[in-house]
């Protein structure tokens, strides 16, 4: 699904900025403030798995059409999730892990409404920059619904416990500052500055050593699960890998020589 091969009734947009090495990911259903039926669960997946297997995409940048992010699951879709039982539900998992598994860079540009299964989205990737007109709800206990889309694991690593039930068990719709109180987004921007601001993060981490982040992101992702000694041991292993690396060389090279480098992932 490379962009310029994508039909019209896609539901998801990917634009390859190449030079650069980013991708774009447009949730495209502006008219329903971007709910995801089940094409988009689809579809999603395999952009997922699309950018993280390309070596050419360094970075992925997630956002939405139109003047929201995404509000969640389509309920009113007759192929979505209700009533479709644990098959379906396990399908909604496989997406959230594969873009937890992108062994790349991930930002969600939060550009208006985040809820339900499309905030925790948003908090599965690495970076969450909002809108200063964004808003942000766990909206599950309004709908008869509990969390999902990993937001029964992420909540509580990123904000604490008590803070993740009061945001799961309220519903209630928060600003982008609140979001900001809580600890789920890393930045508020202006609304007319978004686009430049998440950019400017984007070059920054596609500039950035492939291999060096991608496993200090894997490391900081299986923190909570290992002790401090498995950590130190996952910490020497990927250090000697990044000793062997023409990037090493480079950042050397480029250090000696009072430049920036250019990383190349190898």
Same mark, same amino acid.
């Given at each position: 699904?490379?962009?310029?091969?994508?039909?019209?009734?896609?539901?998801?947009?990917?634009?390859?900025?190449?030079?650069?090495?980013?991708?774009?990911?447009?949730?495209?259903?502006?008219?329903?403030?971007?709910?995801?039926?089940?094409?988009?669960?689809?579809?999603?997946?395999?952009?997922?798995?699309?950018?993280?297997?390309?070596?050419?995409?360094?970075?992925?940048?997630?956002?939405?059409?139109?003047?929201?992010? $995404?509000?969640? #699951?389509?309920? !009113?879709?007759?192929?979505?999730?209700?009533?479709?039982?644990?098959?379906?539900?396990?399908?909604?998992?496989?997406?959230?892990?594969?873009?937890?598994?992108?062994? &790349?860079?991930?930002?969600?540009?939060?550009?208006?409404? #985040?809820?339900?299964?499309?905030?925790?989205?948003?908090?599965? $990737?690495?970076?969450?920059?909002? !809108?200063?007109?964004?808003?942000?709800?766990?909206?599950?206990?309004?709908?008869?619904?509990? %969390?999902?889309?990993?937001? !029964?694991?992420?909540?509580?690593?990123?904000?604490?416990?008590?803070?993740?039930?009061?945001?799961?068990?309220?519903?209630?719709?928060?600003?982008?500052?609140?979001?900001?109180?809580?600890?789920?987004?890393?930045?508020?921007?202006?609304?007319?500055?978004?686009?430049?601001?998440?950019?400017?993060?984007?070059?920054? %981490?596609?500039?950035?050593?492939?291999?060096?982040?991608?496993?200090? &992101?894997?490391?900081?992702?299986?923190?909570?699960?290992?002790?401090?000694?498995?950590?130190?041991?996952?910490?020497?292993?990927?250090?000697?890998?990044?000793?062997?690396?023409?990037?090493?060389?480079?950042?050397?090279?480029?250090?000696?020589?009072?430049?920036?480098?250019?990383?190349?992932?190898?």
């Amino acid at each position: 699904v490379r962009s310029g091969a994508m039909p019209d009734d896609h539901v998801v947009r990917l634009d390859i900025d190449g030079e650069r090495a980013v991708a774009y990911l447009t949730l495209n259903r502006p008219a329903k403030k971007n709910a995801i039926n089940a094409t988009m669960w689809n579809e999603l997946l395999e952009v997922f798995r699309e950018v993280g297997d390309n070596v050419d995409d360094r970075v992925l940048v997630l956002t939405g059409a139109g003047d929201a992010f $995404c509000s969640g #699951a389509d309920l !009113s879709d007759p192929g979505g999730v209700v009533g479709s039982g644990l098959a379906r539900m396990r399908h909604v998992g496989d997406v959230a892990l594969a873009l937890h598994r992108l062994a &790349k860079p991930t930002i969600a540009k939060v550009n208006g409404v #985040a809820a339900g299964a499309g905030l925790n989205m948003a908090l599965g $990737c690495d970076l969450v920059v909002a !809108s200063d007109e964004a808003r942000f709800s766990e909206i599950f206990a309004r709908r008869n619904l509990s %969390l999902d889309f990993g937001g !029964s694991w992420l909540l509580p690593r990123m904000i604490g416990l008590h803070k993740a039930k009061e945001l799961a068990f309220f519903a209630d719709v928060i600003s982008a500052a609140e979001a900001q109180e809580f600890g789920i987004v890393n930045r508020v921007v202006p609304a007319a500055e978004l686009d430049k601001f998440v950019d400017d993060w984007a070059l920054r %981490l596609a500039a950035g050593p492939p291999l060096a982040l991608s496993m200090t &992101k894997t490391m900081l992702n299986n923190s909570a699960a290992v002790s401090m000694a498995q950590a130190l041991e996952g910490e020497a292993r990927c250090q000697s890998v990044n000793f062997e690396t023409a990037d090493m060389a480079e950042a050397v090279a480029a250090f000696m020589q009072k430049r920036d480098p250019t990383f190349e992932g190898r």
